[in-house]
Every structure is written in C-alpha cells, then in structure tokens.
C-alpha cells in the first residue's frame, strides 16, 4: 500500500492526569516515526470530555504513568461504556503501550499506601498493592529482556538479536501476575514487584510495563512494532515499514549499556542517507 494512504489514530489516555515521567515522548515518538514514513496521523486525547465514538476510533492506545491521587481520578472516569469500548479494543487486538500507573489501572484494581482500593478494568490478569508508606519505591534504571513468546519472536526477527528495553522506573506498588505471560525478564533494577525477577505483562497486543524512559524513544524498535501491528490490524494486510536512520537512538542505547555494564550485542543501525 502507498504510505500517503495509510492513516493512524493514537489514542492519548488522559493526557493531562497520566504523563509522568516524559511518558508522552511515547506519543511524540509513534506519531514521529509514523510522519517520517509518510503516514497521516492523528492524536486524539482520551480524556474526560472523550465519548465512547472517539475510544472506537483510535488505532493504537498509549496511558502513561500517574501519581494515586490522578490514577483515582482517572478510575471515576473510566467506567461503564468508556471502559467496555476500552476493553473491546484490547480483546479485539488494537495494540497499547501503557505505563506504570496505567496499567495498574488495567489490571484488576491497585491500592494506594493511603486511601482506598482503585478497582481496574480487570483486563490484564494481575493486581498492584503499595505495601505502606515507609516502603521504599522501585527507583532507578531498569534494564529486561522481552521474553512475552510472541512479541519477542516479532522483534527477534526484526533485530536479529534478543530484545533489551531500556527504561527507568519509579513506583511504590508493587505487580503480581496471575494467569498472564510477563512482558520481560529483568537484567537490573527490580520490574513488577523487586521478586520474582519479571517486569510489566502483555496481553493480545496491549504491552503493560513499569518502563518509563520515555520507553519508545530509548527503544524504537517497539514503537516500530506498535506501528506496525496497528497497521496490519486495521488494514489486515501485512504492512512493511521503511527503516529509519536511527544511529542517534543506537548510540544512546550504547552508552546506557556501558553506564550499566550490560554487554550488548546490537548490530550498528543504518547510517544517514541509506535509508
Ligand atoms: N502511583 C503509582 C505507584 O507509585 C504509579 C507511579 C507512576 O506511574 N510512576 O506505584
């Protein structure tokens, strides 16, 4: 398909309340990466005075992180047909990079150190508890392997190498996973709860994680494969993206590994003007 006819919808979830952490570079970097190929797109803000219509139109979701008191805020909103449309895009495989106190919310509910239960939408099997408030917060760089089976055979092929985040993350509650597949496996920094070693979930196409970073500029190949599965799914047809030049992003990612003493195996990114 020629690109000027592609078109995508990015769905912003309450972006003045859920965008802690520069997590709306998230949004910068899909809607960047989609222009540069030349593909008409569009940011619509899902925020209180969103409808219902405006949720059904969307491509692909993007929630950022929230301190508790927004994350409730939020929850008043995020109910009954907003919440149903929600779930409806997820079950019927619209892709979604949410973050921190979004996914919380996606999950069956979080409680906060103070102040009451938040019940979620329930849609990842996995529930957030801050265990009080002299518990230390999960701060720091976090480095994980994407072993979620699917998307990581995606970007193993993709990469031609295993797929390393980079991210950083910053929160006092603490996941654990029910009957759902770990979006990673944590290399350094502690990931959903400091214990069992994974971080974030993914579930059909929605990738839930503790990473922010922002996450998709550090690791644009993600952001890639959003683009690319938001694509394939509202035009069913396998659609190609065009490399980028992204030696910037690369020479990043490389100087965050040797920060972090990670050996890295990454093959050198296209130069300028190959592309
Ligand atoms: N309020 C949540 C917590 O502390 C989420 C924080 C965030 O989104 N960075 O766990």
């Known amino acids: 398909m020629n690109p000027e006819q592609l078109e995508l919808t990015i769905g912003w979830l309450y972006p003045g309340l859920m965008s802690t952490y520069g997590d709306r570079g998230n949004v910068i970097c899909l809607q960047q990466r989609a222009q540069w190929r030349g593909f008409k797109v569009n940011v619509v803000p899902l925020d209180q005075q969103a409808t219902v219509a405006d949720l059904h139109k969307v491509d692909v979701l993007v929630g950022g992180g929230a301190q508790d008191r927004q994350q409730e805020i ?5 109910r009954g047909a907003k919440a149903e449309a929600i ?18 919310l996606l999950g069956h ?3 906060p150190a103070l102040g009451q239960r938040i019940e979620g939408l329930g849609l990842f099997d996995f529930s957030s508890k801050h265990p009080g408030i002299d518990a230390r917060r999960c701060i720091g760089n976090v480095v994980f392997e994407i072993t979620a089976s699917r998307l990581a055979a995606d970007l193993k092929a993709m990469l031609g190498s295993a797929p390393i985040i980079i991210g950083f993350e910053n929160h006092g509650g603490r996941t654990y996973l029910g009957n759902v597949e770990p979006l990673g496996r944590v290399i350094q920094g502690l990931g959903n709860n400091g214990e069992d070693g994974t971080e974030g979930a993914f579930y059909r196409n929605a990738i839930a994680t503790y990473s922010h970073g922002p996450l998709l500029p550090k690791n644009p190949f993600l952001a890639d494969w959003l683009l690319q599965t938001a694509l394939k799914e509202k035009y069913q047809t396998p659609v190609v993206l065009t490399p ?3 030696a910037l992003a690369a020479q990043a990612r ?9 050996a890295s195996v990454e093959k050198e990114p296209l130069k300028s003007g190959k592309s």
């Open 74 to 78: 939020v929850m008043r909103d995020l």
């Open 87 to 104: 779930r409806e895009k997820i079950e019927m495989g619209t892709p979604g990079v949410f973050t921190c106190g979004a996914p919380q």
């Open 109 to 111: 509910y979080y409680e």
């Open 244 to 246: 980028l030049e992204d």
């Open 254 to 262: 490389k100087a965050m590994f040797k920060r972090l003493a990670i």
